[in-house]
């Protein structure tokens, strides 16, 4: 039995990570598209992927950098937006943060 495992192992983290890959593009889609719900494919994706995961590191840290960039803009209104979206930013973050944990438990309690 132990080696049937073993054997599926592979394809199913490999299906896994496809699978929490689309899930994070389309609720990324989903947060510039008013048609899908954003936060509710994020949460999943990033569960299936890891909060470890580089591609979920990077894009957090791209996502800082590009909101540090607005508020040092020299243009008031792209400066003020950059104030807000990192306040948003960082309020939504905090809400979303222990529903991905709970997700990531309750995935990894299945496995």
């Known amino acids: 039995m132990k080696r049937v495992w073993s ?5 199913l983290a490999i299906a896994r ?3 929490g890959i689309l899930l994070l593009i389309a609720g990324i889609l989903g947060l ?6 954003g936060w509710s494919l ?10 470890r995961d580089r591609l979920v590191r990077l894009s957090h840290l791209a ?6 960039w607005m508020r040092r803009s020299r243009q ?3 400066r003020s937006l950059g ?12 809400i979303v943060l ?3 944990v709970a997700t990531e438990r309750a995935v990894a309690r299945g496995n």
């Open 76 to 78: 008031p209104q792209l």
């Open 32 to 37: 510039l598209l008013p048609v899908l719900p």
């Open 42 to 51: 994020i949460i999943p994706g990033v569960a299936l992927l890891g909060r």
């Open 17 to 19: 990570r496809v699978t």
């Open 98 to 100: 222990p529903a991905i």
């Open 7 to 11: 054997s599926l192992a592979r394809p």
């Open 83 to 94: 104030w807000r979206l990192t306040m948003e930013y960082g309020r939504t973050r905090r």
């Open 63 to 68: 996502m800082r950098y590009a909101l540090r």
